[in-house]
Structures are given as structure tokens and as C-alpha cells.
């Protein structure tokens, strides 16, 4: 089940940014710097979007996403930051739900620029 994320889950967000770390494309963890980005995602539920997806108690996925002005515009725009699916949890909907109510999340707060980035 996806649901908005509360502040405590943020040690389980914690541990699955470990998981995706240790896939070996990503920059060093820096747990404080992670713990700051969580805060202000959540801070503002009309500016940032945090969920994860829960299976019977247990988080096995998460998207984090914002409401920011690019560099060099004043429009604002709605980015995806992360998302990570547990690799016992891959190939079925779960990231794409994510994306689906990313984009239902930003059209509600009025943005019409969404850009999400796929790799």
C-alpha cells in the first residue's frame, strides 16, 4: 500500500537509501544531510511529497519529490528527487503508482511542469 510518509518513518527511508547506495552507482550517504532533505520535504505538504510504499508493516519502497523555481525560471516546477523499489519488490507497479500520484499531487497544487527523470 502506498501512503504519505510520517517522520518516523524516516529510519526505514534511511535504510533502504543504504540498500540503493550499496547498488554502487550512487554518491557517499551522508545520513545527517539525508535526515535535513527529509525534514524539509515534509516540512511543507504543498512544496514537498515523501511516500513509501508499506507492505504488511514493513516499508519496501519510497519517492521523494518537490515544488521548486528551476534556476532559471520563476515558474514553479514538480521534480522527483528519488525513488527506490527494495530489489525483492521490482518489476511490478509500485514506482509507477509513485510516479501516478506524484503527478496527481503536483496538478492539485496547481503545477503545471512536471519533470521526472527516468534511468
Request: some cysteine; aromatic content about 12%; proline content about 3%.
Amino acid at each position: 500500500m502506498i501512503r504519505l510518509a510520517t517522520l518516523d518513518d524516516f529510519p526505514s527511508i534511511l535504510a533502504l537509501g543504504r540498500s540503493m547506495q550499496s547498488e554502487g552507482w550512487f554518491l557517499s550517504l551522508d545520513e545527517a544531510k539525508g535526515k535535513d532533505a527529509f525534514d524539509w520535504l515534509m516540512s511543507d505538504p504543498a512544496r514537498g511529497l515523501v511516500l513509501v510504499h508499506d507492505t504488511d508493516g514493513a516499508i519496501d519502497a519510497f519517492f521523494m519529490g518537490a515544488i521548486t523555481e528551476p534556476w532559471y525560471s520563476r515558474e514553479l516546477c514538480a521534480s522527483d528527487i528519488c525513488l527506490f523499489v527494495s530489489p525483492d519488490r521490482r518489476g511490478g507497479v509500485i514506482a509507477a503508482n509513485f510516479v501516478a500520484w506524484f503527478i496527481e499531487w503536483a496538478d492539485a497544487q496547481g503545477v503545471a511542469q512536471k519533470m521526472i527523470v527516468q534511468s
